[in-house]
């Protein structure tokens, strides 16, 4: 006989999907901040399409809205097909090979938004790389608001946001200490050899 999954009546449709889908995989999550409000979230290491999957329902199960930029080349594969579903689940498209004003958009969003977090992959790729990507920094800095840190562990099935820091200007310092943070959680990725978090990344 099937079993029949019931939605708790204080618990969203979506939340339930999220957590359902979380909890089917062996996934646990870790969530310090529940009511932070608006913010930028890193993810790293970012090494897989699933992880934005695994991150969904980590959104949908703690009931936050949550924007995720992605490479434009996503929105165009099998002639665009993919553009509207993706956009509808919070994704926005970057073109990163063209100058654009995308900073000064989000922060923009920021300003019409309420507890949403705009999550962004600092490394910019899935590939393995020697430097990550500023914009995240100069966003939260733009639009005055905490950067959270968080990570999908595939070897601990875990989802985890658990640290938030304040940009204080200095983006080297608070980049060091961004790096302290995820080399202390050894944080595997679904394809750890595209990652080492003990490589000293240079910076741009």
């Known amino acids: ?17 999220g957590k359902t889908r979380l909890k089917l995989g062996g996934w646990k999550m870790v969530n310090t901040y529940p009511d932070l ?3 930028v979230c890193i993810v790293a290491p970012h090494t897989a399409i699933k992880d934005f999957f695994i991150g969904l329902a980590f959104y949908w199960a703690q009931g936050i809205n949550f924007k995720a930029m992605m490479k434009v080349e996503f929105f165009q594969y099998c002639g665009g097909i993919l553009s509207r579903p993706l956009k509808k689940l919070g994704a926005i498209p970057v073109n990163r090979g063209h100058k654009n004003n995308l900073v000064e958009q989000m922060v923009e969003m920021f300003s019409q938004c309420e507890n949403t977090h705009l999550v962004i992959c600092p490394e910019g790729t899935r590939k393995k790389v ?3 990507k500023k914009g995240f920094y100069v966003i939260a800095e733009g639009a005055h608001l905490p950067i959270a840190l ?3 562990d595939y070897k601990k099935k875990l989802c985890s946001l658990e640290k938030v820091i304040y940009p204080s200007g200095d983006y080297e310092k608070d980049l060091a200490e961004i790096w302290d943070y995820y080399r202390s959680r050894k944080v595997m990725g679904k394809h750890p050899e595209q990652f080492n978090l003990y490589d000293e990344y240079e910076k741009d």
């Not at 939605?7 to 339930?16: A, E, H, L, T, Y």
């Open 37 to 39: 409000g608006n913010a």
């Open 1 to 17: 006989m099937a079993r029949l999954y019931i939605v708790p009546s204080k618990m969203g449709f979506k939340q339930f999907i």
């Open 130 to 132: 020697k430097h990550w």
């Open 150 to 152: 968080g990570f999908i």
